[in-house]
């Protein structure tokens, strides 16, 4: 409980001088203002965040991927079984996963976690083994976990953040792979929000109407065992929350204490942001959304940051593929402050 307490109050606001040095600017390139949308936002946001009126391009991507499994899969509520967790770890290791085509692309570095993998531990020299235990309980009988458990998996998420990220400035993504975790998610947006199971939930990796409507049953079911405190982030993370999405909310307390900016993926990653968000308010400054879920519930989730998504591409994959898809987006709102001309330097006669 330590290094959360330390890292809780580590987390300020971004600068607000730096933010309107950036706006000004903006205001007085090349075009009506507001003209290019969220690319300005992004770019005060940044500029805020780097306490630095013209943000410097990251020198470090890295994409933080947890892999955690999820008791409540003993319900029934996924179309896939538990056994996907370890080979999809292994694929992400091996480079051959969809985060792993995209990462590069954008030149990104990714990084696999194990906080929670059911079964035997895995073996991978590229592997950090950070399991606090193999999977979740079955959360319809009692909480998913301890207190103590889930501090445990989100200090480990503000470590990885210490060790993984050298280079400064930098940017993270959030990604995740556990079967059963949208249901986690369903359940902690439902304890946050007070909204109804059958609002939020969706399908996950595909499930058919019947099996869905008892997904909703599960969850509603779970809620009604537990009783998790909205008030209270961390009741809510360990009693029906999962493993990857403590190290997940870690990340992103981790990040804010350092002022790093943190790209969230979809669901799973928004319901890590509530978690966080829950024990920091203030985290939510340093948090970007990369898209919108088709998943029903993350469009309650950006609802409740406050956040717009930069890309709506009907994507549920997981794994971090929306989060690094935003990177170049950006990074283009970094160059914008730096290499368009004001009304001045053009010779451009600006508008009254």
Known sequence: MQLLNKTLANIQAPCAASQKAAKERLDNLTKPPGSLGLLEEIAYRMAGMQGNSLPQLPQEKLVAVFAGDHG???EGVSAFPQEV??????NFLRGG????????????RV???DIGVAGAPMEHPELINCRIKAGTANFTEGPAMSREEAVRAIETGIGLVRQQVKERPALVGLGEMGIGNTTASSAVLAAF????????TGR??????HRLQHKISVIQRALEVN??????GLDVLAKVGGLEIAGLAGVILGCAAEKIPVVIDGFISGAAALVACALSPLSREYLFASHVSAEPGHNHVLEILNLKPLLHMDMRLGEGTGAVLA???IESAIHILHEMATFAEAGVSQGK
């Not at 009783?227 to 209270?232: A, C, E, F, L, S």
Request: aromatic share 2%; no cysteine; charged share 15%.
């Open 72 to 74: 409540v899969v003993a």
């Open 85 to 90: 967790t370890p080979q999809m770890v292994l």
């Open 97 to 108: 996963a969809a985060i792993n085509v995209l990462a590069r692309q954008a030149g990104a």
């Open 111 to 113: 990084v696999v976690a």
């Open 193 to 200: 929000s007070g909204l109804q199971a059958d609002r939020i």
């Open 204 to 209: 996950g990796t595909g499930i058919d109407e």
């Open 227 to 232: 009783r998790p405190d909205p008030g209270d």
């Open 327 to 329: 990177f170049p987006i």
